[in-house]
């Protein structure tokens, strides 16, 4: 009952400022949209759309099989795991976390793997770091890679780490380690046709639903900021940050960041503090994703019985690892000269299909090493 009153609460107020302030619900649901257009409708439709089509056509259920004895030594987790490791790691929020719930809602793997899963393998893509934030938002596309260094490989230590103290604690679920993995193909499949409809449909849907969430957390961050409700955020997180040596002025942007991604990270580079310090706050933004990411999050977790504690433990400590790693990585990586950033973001219809191209290479690797090993696995059995 008590969610339920504070949720009633919100909205309340929610709906209360934007009667009060229509100009400024218009302006931040305008830069909500203006992202999700620019940014993550070109960088997450293709990956919706494929990965829809190979869990509804069984490509899951080979994959797990083959790969099964890499995916439980490595990460305590079942070979069907390796899928949502590859479009999670190659694609960006949240389609790990819809994957995870997938594969859970197939009975693929129990409710403590899942949230294992959906923990590490929910990332910012590489077109939002290489291109969005490195040349769109920074003006250097020479940042790219070190953004992307700490932040894939924040997160895949959290993903050995997790694993590792499951294993320690006892938790090691093997149950399903060698059920069947994959949604299962049935007697007289439906036509390619009707299931490209189908995923694009699917996709589609999850799409609006993050750009509604985008939209509404713009209105939220330009209310708060109006009614100064945002300066008592960035008080709180001065308590945690001001020791650490980040600037002051990086806090506005911090506690934007702690909302909403996109408009974050852009606040961020367009703070007046050193490069070092926006790089250290864009990795702690990105590892953290964003109140928007966690509700997007929410949206595939419930239907699968999944929690949202374990998704939101797990970004806090993403973003704190992607941050120390980016300060460690700048003591030996050369930084570019200070650059204005371009107006609009270049080619990233052109860059999904490469970060597409680049997770379906992924995909037949895993699967490629899962057939190497498959004597060895026979011989063992």
């Given amino acids: 009952m008590a969610p339920r009153i504070l949720w009633a609460a919100g909205t309340l107020i929610l709906v209360a400022g934007m009667i009060l302030r229509p100009k400024s619900v218009y302006e931040g649901a305008s830069m909500g949209l203006s992202l999700w257009w620019q940014v993550v409708l070109p960088s997450l439709l293709p990956f919706f759309i494929v990965s829809e089509l190979l869990l509804n056509l069984g490509f899951v259920h080979f994959l797990g099989l083959l790969l099964e004895p890499v995916m439980r030594p490595v990460f305590r987790l079942p070979g069907a795991a390796s899928f949502g490791l590859a479009i999670g790691y190659t694609s960006g929020y949240p389609i790990g976390a819809m994957i995870g719930a997938r594969l859970r809602q197939e009975g693929l793997c129990t409710r403590e793997e899942a949230e294992h899963l959906v923990a590490f393998t929910n990332n910012a893509s590489p077109l939002f770091l290489l291109v969005a934030v490195a040349v769109g938002f920074f003006g250097q596309p020479a940042l790219g890679p070190l953004l992307a260094a700490a932040h894939y490989t924040a997160n895949l230590t959290l993903g ?38 189908e995923a694009v449909r699917r996709a589609l849907d999850g799409l609006l639903a993050i750009g509604g969430f985008m939209a509404l957390c713009g209105v939220a961050i330009r209310l708060l900021t109006v009614a100064g409700a945002l300066d008592l955020l960035e008080g709180a997180l001065g308590w945690l940050f001001l020791p650490l040596g980040v600037d002051r002025a990086l806090l506005p942007a911090l506690a934007a960041g702690l909302l909403e991604l996109s408009i974050g990270t852009r606040l961020v580079t367009q703070t007046p503090v050193p490069l070092e310090q926006q790089l250290t706050a864009v990795a702690f933004i990105t590892g953290w994703g964003g109140l928007s990411v966690h509700l997007q999050a929410a949206a595939f977790l419930h239907p699968a019985g999944l929690r949202l504690w374990p998704f939101t433990l797990a970004r806090l400590l993403h973003g704190y690892l992607a941050a120390l790693y980016t300060g460690l990585l700048q003591a030996w990586w050369p930084l570019p000269a200070a650059g204005p950033p371009p107006a609009a973001f270049p080619g990233l219809w052109a860059a999904a299909a490469a970060d597409l191209a680049r997770g379906l290479a992924v995909l037949g690797l895993l699967a490629l090493l899962g057939l190497l090993l498959l004597p060895f696995r026979r011989q063992k059995n």
Avoid: N, T
């Fill in 160 to 197: 050995l780490l997790w694993g590792w103290s499951r294993a320690f604690l006892g938790s090691d679920s093997r149950s399903l380690s060698v059920r069947p993995a994959g949604p299962r193909v049935p007697q007289k499949p439906a036509p390619p046709g009707q299931l490209l409809v």
